[in-house]
């Protein structure tokens, strides 16, 4: 079992015959961009395959790889993701930086719980990522829309910080919600029901159907389960399951 620390160096681009940045050697690589990581040994992976120019997820293996050197655009970003657990985003930090996606420059640390079993990490590299607005980072926000408009209604939860019950009145008829909570935030696993006149509006997302309540994770929006529904209170705790 390979368990992969709480250090991920830099993405890179890796032009041949070039010298690596951290072993100090010359090394012959193909082009592509690169992603480094260190296990709890010390041990330093190199997952290659990755495309500047379209989205690519790959998994770790045993293999070590060669290391490389940095010539990307500042803005390209890769995000982790643990297949362990709802395939969920992983928080990345570096110096003052918390975000869910990381770039070049200087190793980025696995936050919060430490190292993730080799086996159930998935890394993306994607010229769409992009990192997260700095007024985002401690943001809790639910979206409730229609499918069929362009509508949308948005509420903050930010005041709770996630540690506190917060409800608010909505009124509206709707087919989807959708949860966004920010990385600086430290309850991660913050969850929210949707109600219609007291009763709870079950959701369906990807596998997790006829839920009670839903989450975030980086998943995507949640579908109400009944079609087209009238919601008029949402309601987020750090009690809900």
Same mark, same amino acid.
């Given at each position: 079992?390979?368990?992969?620390?709480?250090?991920?160096?830099?993405?890179?681009?890796?032009?041949?015959?070039?010298?690596?940045?951290?072993?100090?050697?010359?090394?012959?690589?193909?082009?592509?961009?690169?992603?480094?990581?260190?296990?709890? +040994?010390?041990?330093?992976?190199?997952?290659?395959?990755?495309? %500047?120019?379209?989205?690519?997820?790959?998994?770790?293996?045993?293999?070590?790889?060669?290391?490389?050197?940095?010539?990307?655009?500042?803005? #390209?970003?890769?995000?982790?993701?643990?297949?362990?657990?709802?395939?969920?985003?992983?928080?990345?930090?570096?110096?003052?930086?918390?975000?869910?996606? #990381?770039?070049?420059?200087?190793?980025?640390?696995?936050?919060?719980?430490?190292?993730?079993?080799?086996?159930?990490?998935?890394?993306?590299?994607?010229?769409?990522?992009?990192?997260?607005?700095?007024?985002?980072?401690?943001?809790?926000?639910?979206?409730?829309?229609?499918?069929?408009?362009?509508? %949308?209604?948005?509420?903050?939860?930010?005041?709770?910080?996630?540690?506190?019950?917060?409800?608010?009145?909505?009124?509206?008829?709707?087919?989807?919600?959708?949860?966004?909570?920010?990385?600086?935030?430290?309850?991660? %696993?913050?969850?929210?029901?949707?109600?219609?006149?007291?009763?709870?509006?079950?959701?369906?997302?990807?596998?997790?159907?006829? +839920?009670?309540? #839903?989450?975030?994770?980086?998943?995507?929006?949640?579908?109400? %389960?009944?079609?087209?529904?009238?919601?008029?209170?949402?309601?987020?705790?750090?009690? #809900?399951?």
């Amino acid at each position: 079992m390979h368990l992969i620390t709480s250090f991920i160096a830099a993405m890179a681009f890796m032009p041949s015959n070039v010298y690596a940045r951290h072993h100090h050697k010359l090394l012959r690589t193909p082009s592509g961009v690169t992603v480094e990581l260190i296990n709890t +040994k010390g041990d330093i992976f190199y997952l290659q395959g990755f495309s %500047a120019n379209q989205s690519v997820t790959l998994r770790p293996s045993a293999d070590l790889g060669q290391a490389a050197s940095s010539d990307l655009q500042a803005d #390209f970003r890769c995000e982790l993701r643990n297949a362990g657990q709802n395939n969920n985003r992983i928080i990345v930090t570096r110096d003052k930086s918390i975000d869910f996606t #990381f770039g070049v420059g200087k190793a980025w640390t696995l936050q919060p719980g430490g190292p993730v079993e080799a086996s159930h990490l998935r890394v993306t590299c994607d010229p769409a990522l992009r990192k997260t607005d700095p007024d985002q980072r401690v943001e809790i926000r639910v979206t409730l829309s229609k499918s069929s408009e362009e509508f %949308a209604r948005q509420l903050d939860f930010s005041d709770s910080e996630g540690r506190n019950d917060q409800m608010q009145s909505v009124g509206g008829t709707f087919t989807h919600v959708e949860l966004f909570v920010g990385p600086g935030v430290d309850n991660q %696993a913050l969850r929210c029901k949707a109600l219609n006149r007291g009763q709870v509006v079950l959701l369906n997302r990807g596998i997790n159907l006829n +839920k009670q309540t #839903f989450g975030d994770g980086g998943n995507g929006r949640w579908t109400v %389960a009944g079609g087209l529904s009238e919601i008029d209170e949402v309601i987020c705790s750090p009690t #809900f399951r």
